[in-house]
């Protein structure tokens, strides 16, 4: 029979648990796109944070990069400093042609720093991503570094002279 009451009985908890099921896939759909836009945001913000961190990491290298020509010149600057102290120190208790020899490589040692500090801030090697330090200009070292090997330079003619 079509319409008896036990039939009707039977297709009501079935339409209930239908209606149950259905809202519990919307919720599921909800929550699934909730969490869909939580992990693009996190996505987005890790990829943003990856970004400053390679940005950083650039403006690190040219801070190093001019920490190493800081220490060529300091390591000349030792040098031209040694030889001449070697040459003014060393005849008193040396031959004075093994002071001038002693002086005169001291020289030439901080004349090589002076151009080899310029020579590895001018050649870095593998371009970093662009810092947002801002690079020695590069007329400033050569400028100031020809100017110290022409110290060196003198140095080494009064050492002989």
């Known amino acids: 029979m079509v319409g008896s009451p036990s039939e009707s009985g ?14 519990k896939v919307s919720e599921s759909a909800k929550h699934l796109e ?20 390679t940005l950083l990491a650039a403006d690190r290298t ?11 010149v300091r390591t000349g600057l030792a ?3 040694s030889g001449v102290g070697a040459r003014a120190l060393l ?12 002086a005169s490589v001291l020289i030439i040692f901080s004349i090589f720093c002076f151009v080899v500090a310029v020579w590895r801030q ?7 991503p662009q810092p947002d330090a801002i690079k020695l200009p590069a007329s400033i ?18 050492v002989w002279g």
């Open 79 to 81: 040098g031209l400093a």
């Open 122 to 128: 001018m050649t870095p090697g593998v371009p970093p």
């Open 34 to 53: 909730t969490s869909a836009d939580a992990v693009a945001q996190t996505t987005h913000e890790l990829s943003d944070s990856a970004d400053r961190r």
């Open 91 to 102: 005849p008193q208790s040396l031959p004075t042609w093994l002071g001038q020899l002693t």
């Open 62 to 72: 040219v801070l190093a990069a001019e920490r190493t020509y800081a220490a060529w």
């Open 141 to 158: 070292l050569i400028v100031m570094n020809g100017f110290l090997v022409m110290v060196g330079l003198a140095a080494l003619i009064a």
């Open 10 to 23: 039977n297709s009501e908890p079935t339409r209930r648990a239908v209606v149950a099921e259905a809202r």
